[in-house]
């Protein structure tokens, strides 16, 4: 199980549609941001428009170490490394593809996203994609004091 080098902090974050700036979203073709809650009650915030969906949930209860026992529900998951901190690919289907980032022993967040439509370059290969996304959350995150 691959360790957190520089742990940030999830667990004070109530919204997660904070996570990401309005600068980054137009960087990513992403709006209109909802904030909601799973079906478990784990916060997470969800964009949509005609191209693209993400969703990005936070997890400030859980590690990493359980997303892995779980990887054989997940199906063709691959380990990742975003920004330096260790992760989980999850390719769901061909036009949609998350990614597990632990950024604490438990807490993990996951970026989610569903491409709508091929209307930019980056959005061909939709892992790299949500890696950019994860990338820019990871970016705003505090670090554990």
């Given at each position: 199980?691959?360790?957190?080098?520089?742990?940030?902090?999830?667990?004070?974050?109530?919204?997660?549609?904070?996570?990401?700036?309005?600068?980054?979203?137009?960087?990513?073709?992403?709006?209109?941001?909802?904030?909601?809650?799973?079906?478990?009650?784990?916060?997470?915030?969800?964009?949509?428009?005609?191209?693209?969906?993400?969703?990005?949930?936070?997890?400030?209860?859980?590690?990493?170490?359980?997303?892995?026992?779980?990887?054989?529900?997940?199906?063709?998951?691959?380990?990742?490394?975003?920004?330096?901190?260790?992760?989980?690919?999850?390719?769901?289907?061909?036009m949609s593809?998350?990614?597990?980032?632990?950024?604490?022993?438990?807490?993990?967040?996951?970026?989610?996203?569903?491409?709508?439509?091929?209307?930019?370059?980056?959005?061909?290969?939709?892992?790299?994609?949500?890696?950019?996304?994860?990338?820019?959350?990871?970016?705003?995150?505090?670090?554990?004091?």
């Amino acid at each position: 199980m691959p360790r957190v080098a520089n742990p940030k902090n999830l667990k004070d974050v109530a919204d997660p549609c904070q996570l990401i700036t309005s600068q980054q979203l137009q960087e990513l073709g992403a709006s209109d941001p909802r904030p909601g809650k799973t079906e478990s009650g784990v916060p997470k915030c969800n964009w949509k428009n005609d191209n693209l969906a993400m969703t990005l949930t936070t997890y400030g209860a859980q590690g990493l170490d359980s997303v892995y026992a779980q990887r054989n529900r997940f199906g063709n998951s691959q380990e990742t490394t975003v920004s330096g901190y260790p992760g989980l690919r999850i390719a769901s289907f061909s036009m949609s593809c998350g990614v597990y980032v632990g950024v604490a022993e438990t807490q993990v967040f996951l970026a989610d996203v569903t491409v709508r439509r091929d209307v930019r370059p980056e959005y061909k290969d939709r892992c790299v994609f949500a890696e950019k996304v994860a990338g820019m959350v990871l970016s705003n995150l505090p670090a554990v004091n």
